[in-house]
C-alpha cells in the first residue's frame, strides 16, 4: 500500500484530541452515490434514480470536511465503487490527509471490466490511498433472500481482501445485518471471520421510522426484530459477548451487545453522537444527523467550525425519541469509543 495512506490513528486519533476541546468531526459518512447494483430488502439507501454529485462537487465537500475538523470519512452508497471515478476520489482524500474507509459489496473489485493496466479495482484503490474495506456479507449460505451479499458469491473476493491484509496491512472488516432471517448464522459466521482473524461488525438491523413512511415497508415487517424475539437477540447478543471476551475480533465493544439486551426489550435510552461527533453528507450535499432520520435543510457548505451549534436544534428534535427506540451499530460505537478513546486506539492495534 503506498505511503499516501494515512493512517487511522493519526486521523482519528487527531480528531479525538480535538474533540476534548470542542465538538469535531470524528468521521463522516459520505455518500458519493446513491445507485447500487444490489437491491438488499433491509436497505432504504438505495436510489437509482438519484444524481451523483461530480468528481469536483465530491472534491469540494470532502475539502469541507477536512476544513470544519473531519479527518476521516466513510465513503458509501449505494454502491460507491459503481462511480468509475472512485480511484480519482479515493487519491484526492488520500493526498489531503483524510482517512478512507470503504463500505462496498464487493462486486466490482476484481470485476474484469474495472481492471486497468492489469491492476484491479481492488489494487487501484490500495494503491491510491485506501485504508479501510468494510465488505457487507449477510450470509452463510448461497440461496439467502433478504441480500445478494453471501459468503460463496464473495469468497473469491474476501480471498483477494485477505491476502492485502496479510501482505499489506489492510484493515478488512465484514459488515454483517443481523435480521430475523440471518440471526441463527451468525456464529457460523463469527467462526469463518476468526478462522480468517477478519474483523467482524454484527449489526442488528434498525428502524426507529413507522414502517407506512419506510421505503421497503413490506420487506422490513418479515426481517425487523420485536419483543417476541427477545429470548433469540439476547441469546446472540451473550454469544457475541462470550466470543468478544475470549478474543474474537468484533468491532463493536461490549456495551453495545449489552444494550442490545435494553433495546429487545423496550428499556432502552443512550447518549448519541448524531450531529456532533459524526455526520452524515448526503449526494446533493445536505447534512445528517443519522442515516436512519431526516436530512437538514443545512449544506455541507453551510457548516463552520462551529457546527455543533448549527445543528444543535436538529439534535434536539430527533434525539428527543430516536435513542429510546433505536440503537445504530455506528452511532453508538462513535459515542463509545469517542468516550473511551485509548480502547479504541488499543482495538485498533491488538486487530491488526
Known sequence: MKKNNPGVIQTVGKSLIRSVVKPTPLWAHFFITRKCNFDCKYCGARDNTRKDPTLAEVKEMALKLKDIGCNSVGLMGGEPTIRTDIVEIVEFLAKNKIYIQLSTNGAFLLHPQRTVNGKTLLRQLLDAGLGTINISVDSVSAGFSDSDKELPQSSKTLDALIEEKEK?????????????????????????????????????????????????????????????????????????????????????????????????????????????????????????????????????????????????????????????????????????????????????????
Open 168 to 352: 499489506n496491512g489492510l484493515t478488512l472488516i465484514l459488515n454483517c445485518v443481523i435480521t430475523k432471517n440471518n440471526i441463527k448464522q451468525v456464529p457460523q459466521m463469527l467462526e469463518f471471520c476468526h478462522s480468517k482473524k477478519i474483523i467482524m461488525a454484527a449489526i442488528f438491523v434498525q428502524n426507529p421510522k413507522p414502517l407506512e413512511d419506510y421505503r421497503k415497508d413490506i420487506h422490513l415487517k418479515d426481517l425487523l426484530f420485536d419483543k417476541g424475539d427477545a429470548e433469540e437477540v439476547i441469546k446472540t447478543a451473550d454469544y457475541l459477548i462470550n466470543k468478544k471476551k475470549k478474543g474474537y475480533r468484533l468491532f463493536e465493544p461490549i456495551a453495545y451487545y449489552e444494550k442490545v439486551k435494553e433495546w429487545i426489550r423496550g428499556d432502552i435510552d443512550w447518549q448519541c453522537d448524531g450531529g456532533k461527533y459524526t455526520i452524515n453528507i448526503d449526494t446533493d450535499g445536505r447534512v445528517g444527523i443519522c442515516g436512519y432520520l431526516p436530512y437538514t435543510n443545512l449544506n455541507i457548505r453551510d457548516l463552520n467550525k462551529n457546527h455543533y451549534s448549527q445543528l444543535k436544534k436538529y439534535r434536539e428534535e430527533a434525539l428527543r425519541w430516536c435513542v429510546k427506540k433505536c440503537l445504530p451499530s455506528c452511532m453508538y460505537c462513535t459515542t463509545y469509543y469517542r468516550q473511551h478513546p485509548a480502547y479504541f486506539l488499543w482495538s485498533k492495534i491488538r486487530y491488526r
